[in-house]
């Protein structure tokens, strides 16, 4: 594995452990909620952008030898990716920031630690996406560059930053010292690159269904910023915030992948 591929594959959870440092930084215990929901909606932007630019129209791209059927490994793909995570997230046990009762399966875990798998659930896709694009990156797939593997990862990256804090800032309000909430963010971001490895590792495999495996991880995004991230951004008293942020972080990773790519 080349060292352009293992940094590539880095950059989201230097993200993420970035962002969960702020706990150090941060004089207070817990995040403004206007913030908050601004830093949701920025994320959320990034995910739709990147799941549209960097995965669906690369995965019907490379189906173009289907002709007006070119869209149908995307299809198939996304609606797969919904349903994963539809799946993970009846059994994972978990809890959304502000929420009082877990889903999942029922469980004696501590409140800290379903609000950390919370995050992790939804960064199980972002580390697929990463190692899907690289494995097409490494097996010289000429549809994915290195730029535009590399914008991916840094438009995830981005995002990661406010998630990172996101999750360490509320566990500190928890009760958790500084230096637990931040293992404890940095910890949730490292599904990504442990799956972006292990895709990476698999890529022989994984090329010749290439068009459904990124239209997956495009429906797996998709999945966490509907069901999770927009209902956070919105909830409470009525704030334009969120949603101005969620354009700012889908012009910003729409930007990085026409540049970049």
Not at 22 to 32: G, L, Y
Not at 185 to 196: D, F, H, Q, T, Y
Not at 205 to 227: D, K, T
Request: aromatic residues 8%.
């Amino acid at each position: 594995m080349t060292t352009d591929i293992l940094s590539g594959i880095l950059i989201p959870f230097a993200g993420t452990s970035l962002g969960a440092a702020c706990v150090f930084v941060m004089r207070r215990n817990s995040m403004n909620r206007i913030v908050q929901k601004a830093l949701t909606g920025f994320a959320a932007g990034v995910m739709v952008a990147a799941s549209i630019w960097s995965l669906l129209i690369p995965a019907m791209n490379q189906s173009a030898e289907l002709g007006k059927l070119a869209f149908l490994p995307a299809a198939v793909g996304f609606w797969l990716g919904i349903l994963f995570l539809l799946f993970l997230d009846h059994i994972i046990p978990h809890l959304h920031m502000g929420a009082e009762t877990a889903e999942g399966l029922h469980t004696q875990l501590k409140r800290t630690t379903m609000l950390v798998l919370a995050v992790t659930l939804h960064n199980i896709p972002e580390g697929m996406a990463v190692g899907v694009v690289y494995a097409g990156y490494r097996m010289g797939n000429g549809d994915i560059t290195a730029m535009g593997a590399f914008a991916l990862a840094l438009g995830i990256a981005i995002q990661n930053l406010p998630e990172g804090a996101i999750i360490s800032m509320p566990l500190r309000s928890e009760g958790m010292s500084k230096g637990k909430a931040f293992i404890c963010g940095v910890l949730s971001g490292i599904v990504e690159p442990i799956g972006a490895l292990l895709t990476v590792a698999a890529a022989g495999f994984i090329v010749p269904v290439l068009p459904y495996l990124l239209s997956f991880a495009a429906g797996a995004m998709i999945y966490v910023v509907v069901e999770e991230l927009i209902p956070e951004m919105s909830e409470g008293a009525h704030s334009n915030v969120g949603t101005l942020l969620f354009a700012a972080g889908f012009t910003v990773m729409m930007m990085l992948d026409v540049a970049l790519g």
